[in-house]
């Protein structure tokens, strides 16, 4: 039984890892948004997030594993982050940039937030570990809520994505504090970095 509940809690983490979670969000966003879609914007956007965020962080780490940087692909230590974050922080920026004259602003605020987000994690990694997992899936929740607010949802409409979310992240956090690999404190810290700085990003834009 401990053994399959273990299982259970690693595929949470595997499934809602946080190079994964800015994918699911852009699906959502193309599946509740009122406003016009350009052609071609939706594959622009999402073949431009998988690559910044997804497919070039897990050959970096695929790389740094090779050459005995980290130990292993769940970078649990600190130190072995820093790179990968880093690059992650550029990659998502170029993104940002080629993105910006192309996707709808409302798209692009949650993903500068995503930005800020990584900016903070990448700053804090020199003093310690905070839950990325958390960062991640609280800001997209709180980047949904958001969204839905200003695209006047019925509640009858907005409570079934927004119950999933904080499902979702329940989910999420304790996988990670039952697996050993966050106190209370990083999941606490991790999900204040990633509601603040989609908050933020949408003070900037309004």
Known sequence: MARNINILWKTISVVFHPLVVPLYFVLFYYGYTRDMILPGEMRFVIFSMAISTLLIPLLIISVLKKLGRVESMSLRDASERRLPILAVC??????????????????????????????????????????????????????????????????????????????VYDMVVISRVEQGCHTARQIVIGTIVGISSQVLSFIIWS
């Open 90 to 167: 550029i990659l998502l920026g170029s993104a940002m940039y080629r993105m910006s004259g192309y996707a709808a602003p409302e798209i692009m605020v949650p993903i500068m937030g995503m930005e800020i987000a990584l900016v903070v994690l990448y700053i804090s990694l020199w003093w310690g570990k905070i839950s990325i997992h958390a960062m991640a899936t609280s800001g997209v929740i709180t980047a949904m809520f958001i969204l839905l607010y200003r695209w006047e949802y019925a509640l009858s409409v907005a409570w079934m994505p927004l119950v999933a979310g904080v499902l």
